[in-house]
């Protein structure tokens, strides 16, 4: 063979080796950065959980303990379906019985409501509020662990035909003012201006002595001081007791808490729902019923029959113009609620007269909620409305 042929043969071969060793290098460099990515992305979950953990500044509750305590999350053991998900009944031993709210994977409450309800919450302490005893984090697993109330909530008994025989007028006095003050306690008293936004019957708990107290703070928002008013264009509530201004173009502000109180204390006075009321005279909610029947100076009609004659007139009527006062159409004309309070609390107490309440409109016999008709979509009692703006 020729020396010529024998030399080329040679740096064909140098060139193979090359390039079978820059592959290698290349391939161990690729998974050495794979394994180095992997792991970083470890550290730094397990970093942010950690940090999430310690920014919680509550007691941290076991996985395994609650899924013990729940028998494994039994549907036997569901206290109640919130909007966010389940809320479980939960025996942690010596004889020390919670409330567990689990976050629904697929809900609308993510981790950030989560951490909201969780701040807000834990820093917040009133008789009338209730208690947050910890918080569980767990890979994918969020649960809020409160204190339990084995009367559950109140539209369990005003609505319920057997059961609101249990609460006798003083009974539902004590719960108007109790919840009265928890909301003062939240716009007024404590270390943070809170506005619920969702202030219902059914987010008011109930103690083993029937003492309300207000739950849910998931969609809640803080104010600075200074601050009055704030706009969203995601509004997150229930229908039948969001203000007018709060459904229609996405303001709240302490006054639209002041409109739900009001239909909640109506709700109260009534033992009837705002939401799909009917009455065969006319086509309003009970919104406007109320404010029909006070006009015409028939305000005692309004209260719920199984009372009997355990209510004073004074009190009801006194109550019903309150409610009336709370659910005015403009927010300017509505009280705060240190007044409500005032007014609630003390029989000597000027009340002024009422205006027209907010959606004071007749519904369509066939319609049905044809406020939710156009641009808004609705899931059971939380809707979503989003508000075009002009370009």
């Known amino acids: 063979m020729p020396a010529s042929e024998l030399g080329d043969s040679s740096e064909k071969e140098k060139r193979v080796v090359l390039i079978a060793v820059i592959s290698a290098v290349c391939v161990l460099l690729f998974l050495g950065l794979s394994c180095w990515c992997i792991i970083r992305k470890k550290k730094q979950r397990k970093r942010g959980s950690r940090s999430n953990k310690e920014n919680m500044e509550l007691p941290l509750f076991d996985f395994q303990t609650i899924a013990a305590g729940t028998s494994s999350f039994s549907r036997k053991n569901i206290l109640g379906e919130g909007g966010f998900g389940p809320v ?53 697993e969020r649960m809020l662990i409160y204190e339990y109330m084995p009367n559950k909530s109140l539209d369990s008994f005003i609505f319920d035909q057997n059961r609101k025989k249990l609460l006798n007028w003083q009974k539902r006095v004590d719960i108007i003012i109790g919840t009265a003050r928890g909301l003062l306690y939240l716009h007024q008293d404590s270390r943070l201006r809170i506005i619920h936004r969702d202030l219902k019957s059914s987010n008011i708990l109930l103690d083993n002595e029937l003492n309300p107290k207000i739950s849910d703070f998931g969609i809640a928002r803080i104010f600075r001081l200074d601050q009055n008013e704030a706009k969203t264009k995601r509004v997150i509530g229930t229908y039948g007791y969001m203000s007018p201004e709060y459904a229609i173009d996405g303001n709240f502000s302490v006054k639209s808490d002041v409109f739900s109180f009001g239909v909640l204390l109506l709700e109260i006075v009534c033992g009837r729902r705002n939401r799909g009321f009917h009455h065969p005279d006319h086509h309003h909610s009970l919104l406007g019923h109320a404010w029909l029947l006070w006009i015409k100076e028939k305000s005692l009609e309004l209260l719920d029959p199984s009372l009997d004659d355990s209510y004073v007139e004074f009190e009801v009527l006194r109550c019903i113009q309150v409610g009336l006062l709370c659910v005015q159409k403009l927010p300017s004309d509505r009280p705060v609620m240190s007044s409500v309070v005032f007014m609630l609390s003390n029989e000597g107490a000027t009340l002024p007269e009422p205006k027209e309440p907010g959606f004071f409109t007749e519904r369509s016999s066939t319609a049905g909620d044809t406020l939710l008709s156009q641009g808004r979509s609705k899931t059971g009692d939380v809707i979503t409305i989003t508000t075009l703006e002009a370009r």
């Open 88 to 140: 479980y009944k939960a025996n942690l031993g010596q004889e020390q019985v919670v409330a567990v709210k689990r976050l629904s994977k697929d809900s609308g409450q993510g981790i950030d409501e989560f951490k909201n309800e969780v701040t807000m919450i834990a820093n917040l302490q009133h008789r009338n509020l209730v208690k947050l005893l910890g918080c569980c984090i767990e890979g994918e």
